[in-house]
Nanobody, 122 residues
Framework: QVQLVESGGGLVQAGGSLRLSCAAS????????MGWFRQAPGKERALVAA????????YYADSVKGRFTMSKDNTKSTVDLQMNSLKPEDTAVYYC???????????????WGQGIQVIVSS
């Protein structure tokens, strides 16, 4: 089993920045990829960024390209999501997830964090 715990959410004004962190524990050696999803009220949960621990793969949704950066620390089993130039439409609950790339892109990763709220005020 793998446990994922997010931190770093909160309230920020439009144009500001936030950094989310996700700490993985348990059988972290079994993890191939990590991703950040978000779900806004009334909308489906969607993948916004993903990477692999060792294969050098990264993915960003078009809506966040150039503004969000996902990074990893293999030694600490953590991934971060640096969010810059935030917009009100980035308001959502953000979820850390772990799984294969196929699982992440299909929206069905094997493991989910509990979610963390991000609110961007206009």
């Amino acid at each position: 089993q793998v446990q994922l715990v997010e931190s770093g959410g909160g309230l920020v004004q439009a144009g500001g920045s936030l950094r989310l962190s996700c700490a993985a524990s348990g059988r972290t050696s079994s993890i191939y990829g990590m991703g950040w999803f978000r779900q806004a009220p009334g909308k489906e949960r969607a993948l916004v960024a993903a990477l692999t621990w060792s294969a050098g793969y990264t993915y960003y949704a078009d809506s966040v390209k150039g503004r969000f950066t996902m990074s990893k620390d293999n030694t600490k089993s953590t991934v971060d999501l640096q969010m810059n130039s935030l917009k009100p439409e980035d308001t959502a609950v953000y979820y850390c997830a772990a799984g294969t790339l196929l699982e992440l892109h299909r929206g069905a990763p094997g493991y989910w964090g509990q979610g963390i709220q991000v609110i961007v005020s206009s």
